[in-house]
């Protein structure tokens, strides 16, 4: 590489870095009779676009599961590794199986094939990025050697056939990028399947159905008519070729968008006629006169992709008809034509409402494969999306405190949950136990018992764009005010603030509710960093296996009815009830269970003894968090929290403050910042006397 006047010479670069092998493999072309030997070698070649997309997305395999004594499957496709994850969905598997067993319902040919997908949610709940990955994914996949498919072209290299072709034309390219078996006249179909299937050790059967499109289907009659009916002599001008699908370049990939009724017509679907070529054909009946680049035409062989299909006009929903159940589609002044594609709409609530009052609209209803495609429900999945958009790749000169994203997410959750029926179960609990945490009384068929009385749940609440943008909000103006961490409050802030203005809010009832929601989700926050800062403080671990070992003395002292020797003074004392209960307390053991409690921790001892275990108080969770926060009780006075309200602290003070900071910065993922923020705030509670035990 040369480095001269003008800078870098980038030639070599471009040279290291150009594939050529592969451009060569992606523009094959051959003959029919070479692609013929291809299909026997593999018959895959000719799958239709529903057997593709089926194929496409199990190439990526799957996980199996089980949530909730359900059996699940994830789709490994859809967490888009190809493109780094920018498009993955989350926490859909359950709508994702739907959509993938009509998928292979079309690809067996059990009747699906004949019906539009159309994918139904709330606004922001992933329908079009499901339509995108699929989209992108076929297109990939054309590329590679599983996804192999072909197209062919007329060819006329000698000019001979001017009368045919059109004046001056050499190459004839299918305009919908036909199967070159469609070539093959319907009399020798069966002998040619029969032909190719046989012997062959791949369990797909290749059949072959449809018809060429009008201009093909001209040129090849045209052609039959010259050679006096040898087929033989018309498949010399057919020129095969490798087909790579793109939806830059309008192949086999189609995107409808409906528009106003002045602007639009249905030949935006079916094509129109090219009235410059009127004049060198004659007619405007000539099939080499029509344009075949309606959003049909185009996405023959891959799939088509209707935006707001409900807000199309009847006309255009005349047309969906016919292509998805007969697979045809009728241009203007031309027969039925054959189409082969996956088609796909998107709508959201109220244009399905539409659709169910509009008995018109009842054959549509009938052709339609509904997928609900709803909110997600499950809080460590929505932590996902905007840990995906918000991360510390993307964040410039701020960072997020922990636990900001979790209580934005957390708040968007309880917004889409109904209210649970029993009186004795909030909302937030009904979160975590969709989460899978486990809360005393309640068992996996609880779960499943909630969520199947749960009608309309994922279909209402806030959309995770309004957190993402909430979110967003929140980081520019800490970056304005070089504030440096954006924590929880700031958000939960912002997302208060835009409920008065909510685009898609209008009844005040429910504003109030979701600034409800926002109360119980800033005291959830509370309470979960107090008690880090309470496992940061009492974080000693020699401290508290030392506090461990003089409980369990005491404990079995007091079950064996014995007396503790004194380290101190030597003598022998009854069990210290008082020590004993100041750790019980903690995790609100009753007086009259407390003998229960020790008999408890005694037998869990005496069990590991018998395995040849020794005892570890973090084995023990009860234990543990009680230990914890006698250890807080006992140290916070001496650490002296609450001198950092005032920010007077002595040098001993700080030096055990700065302590507990670092533990939180090392244990909790931290910063400085936010460490301090956090420290700030818990000694502003306990200055206030604030200190609840939580349950």
């Given at each position: 590489m040369s480095n001269d006047s003008t800078g870098l010479d980038y030639t070599e670069m471009f040279k290291a870095w150009n594939n050529v092998r592969e451009y060569q493999d992606l523009n094959w072309s051959g003959t029919l009779n070479e692609y013929l030997n291809l299909v026997k070698k593999n018959p895959k070649i000719t799958r239709n676009a529903f057997q593709r997309m089926y194929d496409m997305v199990m190439e990526k395999g799957t996980k199996e599961y089980v949530d909730v004594k359900k059996q699940m499957v994830h789709y490994n496709f859809f967490d888009d590794e190809d493109n780094h994850g920018k498009d993955a969905v989350f926490g859909m598997d359950i709508t994702l199986m739907k959509l993938m067993n009509v998928l292979r319902s079309a690809a067996l040919g059990y009747g699906t094939e004949k019906r539009v997908i159309l994918l139904h949610g709330p606004v922001g709940s992933a329908k079009s990025t499901v339509c995108r990955m699929l989209k992108k994914g076929i297109e990939r996949y054309s590329?590679?050697?599983?996804?192999?498919?072909?197209?062919?072209?007329?060819?006329?290299?000698?000019?001979?056939?001017?009368?045919?072709?059109?004046?001056?034309?050499?190459?004839?390219?299918s305009p919908m990028h036909e199967e070159p078996l469609l070539l093959i006249p319907k009399d020798m179909r069966d002998k040619l399947c029969?032909?190719?299937?046989?012997?062959?050790?791949?369990?797909?059967?290749?059949?072959?159905?449809?018809?060429?499109?009008?201009?093909?289907?001209?040129?090849?009659?045209?052609?039959?008519?010259?050679?006096?009916?040898?087929?033989?002599?018309?498949?010399?001008?057919?020129?095969?070729?490798?087909?790579?699908?793109?939806?830059?370049?309008?192949?086999?990939?189609?995107?409808?968008?409906?528009?106003?009724?002045?602007?639009?017509?249905?030949t935006e679907l079916t094509g129109d006629i090219n009235y410059r070529k009127i004049a060198e054909y004659g007619s405007d009946s000539d099939p080499r006169a029509f344009n075949f680049d309606g959003e049909f035409n185009v996405a023959n062989r891959?799939?088509?992709?209707?935006?707001?299909?409900?807000?199309?006009?009847?006309?255009?929903?005349?047309?969906?008809?016919?292509?998805?159940?007969?697979?045809?589609?009728?241009?203007?002044?031309?027969?039925?034509?054959?189409?082969?594609?996956?088609?796909?709409?998107?709508?959201?609530?109220?244009?399905?409402?539409?659709?169910?009052?509009?008995?018109?609209?009842?054959?549509?209803?009938?052709?339609?494969?509904?997928?609900?495609?709803?909110?997600?429900?499950?809080?460590?999945?929505?932590?996902?999306?905007?840990?995906?958009?918000?991360?510390?790749?993307?964040?410039?000169?701020?960072?997020?405190?922990p636990h900001t994203i979790e209580m934005a997410a957390m708040w968007a959750i309880l917004t889409r949950l109904e209210k649970p029926k029993k009186a004795n179960l909030s909302r937030l609990q009904k979160l975590k136990l969709y989460d899978g945490k486990n809360l005393p009384g309640y068992t996996e068929d609880n779960v499943k018992e909630l969520r199947k009385e749960s009608i309309r749940e994922g279909l209402d609440g806030m959309s995770p764009r309004y957190i993402q943008d909430k979110i967003s909000n929140a980081i520019v103006m800490a970056q304005q005010n070089n504030r440096g961490s954006v924590n929880p409050f700031m958000v939960l802030n912002e997302l208060e603030s835009g409920l008065k203005n909510h685009s898609l809010l209008s009844n005040e009832e429910q504003k109030a509710d979701?600034?409800?929601?926002?109360?119980?989700?800033?005291?959830?926050?509370?309470?979960?960093?107090?008690?880090?800062?309470?496992?940061?403080?009492?974080?000693?671990?020699?401290?508290?296996?030392?506090?461990?070992?003089?409980?369990?003395?005491?404990?079995?002292?007091?079950?064996?009815?014995?007396?503790?020797?004194?380290?101190?003074?030597?003598?022998?004392?009854?069990?210290?009830?008082?020590?004993?209960?100041?750790?019980?307390?903690?995790?609100?053991?009753?007086?009259?269970?407390?003998d229960d409690f020790r008999r408890e921790i005694m037998n869990y001892i005496g069990a590991l003894s018998l395995d040849g275990k020794k005892f570890d108080y973090r084995t023990n969770e009860r234990l543990h968090k009680a230990l914890e926060r006698k250890m807080f009780e006992d140290q916070k006075d001496s650490i002296k929290l609450t001198s950092l309200v005032s920010s007077v602290a002595d040098k001993d003070t700080q030096e055990k403050i700065d302590i507990v900071k670092t533990r939180l910065i090392k244990d909790f993922g931290y910063d400085e910042v936010s460490a301090t923020d956090v420290l700030h705030y818990v000694a502003s509670v306990f200055a206030r006397g604030d200190v609840k035990e939580k349950s």
């Open positions: 590329k590679t050697d599983n996804g192999l498919m072909y197209t062919f072209e007329w060819i006329d290299p000698d000019g001979e056939h001017g009368d045919i072709f059109g004046e001056g034309v050499r190459v004839f390219p029969e032909e190719l299937n046989r012997s062959s050790k791949d369990e797909f059967r290749i059949k072959i159905k449809g018809e060429l499109c009008p201009p093909s289907r001209y040129i090849f009659s045209k052609l039959l008519e010259k050679y006096h009916g040898d087929v033989t002599q018309v498949f010399k001008h057919v020129r095969v070729k490798r087909l790579v699908l793109s939806e830059a370049d309008r192949i086999g990939i189609g995107t409808f968008q409906p528009k106003d009724e002045k602007n639009q017509d249905s891959g799939m088509v992709e209707f935006v707001e299909v409900l807000k199309l006009d009847v006309a255009f929903l005349y047309d969906l008809l016919g292509a998805s159940q007969e697979h045809t589609v009728k241009p203007k002044k031309f027969a039925q034509t054959h189409i082969d594609e996956v088609i796909i709409g998107h709508t959201n609530e109220p244009e399905y409402r539409k659709l169910q009052d509009n008995e018109f609209m009842e054959a549509l209803r009938d052709r339609t494969v509904k997928i609900d495609i709803p909110y997600i429900t499950k809080l460590n999945k929505e932590i996902k999306i905007y840990e995906k958009d918000f991360n510390s790749r993307r964040l410039r000169g701020v960072s997020i405190a979701y600034r409800e929601l926002l109360g119980i989700v800033r005291q959830e926050y509370e309470e979960i960093i107090k008690a880090e800062v309470q496992r940061a403080i009492s974080a000693d671990e020699g401290a508290m296996t030392r506090l461990c070992s003089n409980y369990i003395d005491n404990l079995r002292a007091y079950t064996q009815r014995e007396k503790v020797k004194n380290q101190f003074t030597g003598k022998d004392e009854e069990p210290d009830e008082r020590l004993m209960r100041s750790i019980e307390e903690k995790i609100e053991i009753p007086e009259s269970r407390k």
